[in-house]
């Protein structure tokens, strides 16, 4: 950081950029070359590596050169606030400093990524719409799997507040607009009406992300206007579809939400189907009968418990006057109760 400065992010506009090797670390040491096999931590002039921040993970990828060289990266972390460093393996060919070398990040894992993080900002503006004004951020992690977003709440939602929330949410991706971001000061943002977001730290300028119709709260859709400094869609219908899978506590007043998108959020639906029409055809009912025909089961399961314990009460009562077997003919009766 003190030799090169910080990294220069490229990854708000481009997926594959060139970048200059400025540091290699290999068991915990600088180095100036590394061979096939090893694992590293390298640091580049600029890269459009996202590094894990603000609750969004970071970018994976790859590295190469016209020499032959191929590293595989797993995970971007940020140091000393913006030093991008990419933790990797060397496949093929060797790493030397100061070498040239062509980036390219996982696209199809970005774009996951960045469906789950512009959703989860609008369902931070669905809540506060069915919930409250009360309703902030406490924490979030999104990855290219699903997202997980807590917040202040003091009870548990009810299904029709989270079916209300997944409705909002929806609406709006299927205006599908333009997501929109400007770079302001932090006050600017503020006095604009933007929110901040828990375990954000911002510095002189900030990026100011603006998602759905209108330009005010009480717009038509959920209009939502936040400081971020991660990756998202460039159009709303980007995102797909929104499903939440869960909501519960995580402490007191903090409740959590976890939820998929796009092709994450169809595949928990069709594996909630599979699981809809399995049990419909054991019980040889249809999907709209399901219901009453589990309910009627677990009357019958409650009778059932209740003819057993009488019966075993009355051959209690039969071993105590000497009828049965040896063991039943130990029960004696002590103030009118049976005792074995």
């Known amino acids: 950081a003190d030799k090169h400065g910080g990294t220069e992010f490229l990854g708000y506009d481009t997926e594959t950029a060139e970048g200059e090797i400025v540091a290699v670390v290999q068991g915990g040491v600088t180095v100036p070359e590394a061979v096939k096999g090893s694992d590293v931590q390298i640091a580049l002039n600029q890269t459009p590596f996202y590094a894990e921040s603000g609750g969004q993970v970071g970018d994976t990828g790859w590295l190469s050169d016209d020499a032959g060289l191929s590293i595989q990266v797993s995970e971007t972390r940020k140091m000393l606030g913006d030093v991008h460093v990419l933790y990797a393996t060397i496949e093929a060919g060797e790493l030397h400093l100061g070498a040239l070398v062509h980036q390219q990040i996982d696209a199809r894992r970005r774009d996951a990524i960045r469906a789950n993080h512009s959703a989860t900002h609008l369902l931070h503006e669905a809540l506060r719409r069915v919930l409250g004004d009360h309703v902030t951020q406490k924490g979030s992690l999104v990855n290219d799997q699903h997202l997980r977003f807590d917040f202040s709440h003091p009870r548990a939602m009810t299904p029709e507040e989270v079916d209300a929330a997944e409705a909002l949410v929806n609406d709006i991706i299927r205006q599908n607009e333009d997501v929109s971001t400007r770079l302001m000061t932090p006050d600017e943002a503020i006095d604009a009406g933007a929110l901040a977001l828990f375990g954000e730290k911002y510095g002189d300028e900030v990026r100011v992300l603006s998602m759905g119709l209108g330009s005010a709260k009480d717009a038509e ?114 103030n009118g109760v049976s005792f074995m």
């Open 221 to 334: 859709g959920v209009y939502s206007v936040e400081l971020c400094g991660g990756t998202h869609v460039r159009r709303l219908g980007d995102i797909g579809l929104l499903k939440i899978s869960s909501e519960g506590a995580v402490a007191s007043g903090v409740r959590r939400i976890e939820a998929r998108t796009g092709k994450g959020a169809l595949a928990q639906i069709a594996a909630h189907e599979h699981i809809l029409h399995a049990a419909t055809n054991e019980l040889k009912v249809g999907v709209e009968d399901l219901p009453a025909r589990v309910a009627k089961l677990l009357e019958e399961r409650k009778n059932l418990d209740r003819e057993l314990a009488e019966a075993k009460k009355q051959l209690a009562l039969a071993g105590s006057n000497g009828g049965g077997d040896d063991s039943i003919s130990q029960v004696r009766d002590v």
